[in-house]
């Protein structure tokens, strides 16, 4: 395929609207819903992808561009999955994020099970192609309190998996080489490179590949000091 010079991110989201973009080569530019005055769809989906792919659809057929569409949330295990796709309208409900997450907190208290995922969708829409979308997820628990500034939505209260800091006291570049979002947007790249569909112009190719050298550091790390407990304890 060939390049393409400008895409649609399609969310009203401003945090997800800048991850997304970080993501994508700084070669293409990148359009909001809003600059376009187009609203959002309704999400009628039961699950992460088949929202994403509601709002691909959705602005490609009201801006006949390119589209990238986001549907993500948190899901925790001893609230039966919850918040999970109705991560935004539960804050909404509730009366913004911050009420959302002591929500939470304060459900889990006295629990033992804090397990919890962050999970993302990503659909992606060209011209007179089918919709492409995947699922990233990522794993962790929630803390203890509130933590940290960094992030947006339920970031200062999710912990990943091997780490002690939340995603909203950890850098913003830290954080997209490992959450759910960059998990997808790799299944995506991939996919698109196996459906011949890849625009060679697509991906941020710096940020890739640091955060594959990032993620290979992690991994030898963790694999060191494993044999170091094993050998030495």
Known sequence: MSKISKILVGTHNQGKFKEISYLI????KKISPQSLKIKSPKETGKTFRKNAEIKATYFYKHSRLVTISDDSGLEVSALKNKPGIYSSRWADKL?????????????????????????????????????????????????????????????????????????GQISKKKKMKIDHRFKAFQKLKKKLEFC????????NLKFLMNSIFFEAKITYFSFYFFLNNEIFN
Request: aromatic share 16%; charged share 30%.
């Open 25 to 28: 080569s700084k070669k293409i």
């Open 95 to 167: 009366g913004g994020f911050k009420k959302a997450k002591q929500k939470i907190l304060k459900l889990l208290i006295n629990k033992k099970n804090r397990k919890a995922k962050f999970v993302c969708s990503l659909a992606i829409k060209f011209k007179n192609k089918k919709i492409i979308s995947v699922v990233g997820e990522k794993e962790g628990f929630i803390s203890l309190r509130d933590k940290g500034f960094n992030g947006f939505g339920y970031d200062s209260i999710f912990i990943p998996k091997g780490g002690n800091k939340t995603f």
């Open 196 to 203: 011949n569909f890849f625009p060679f112009n697509f991906v």
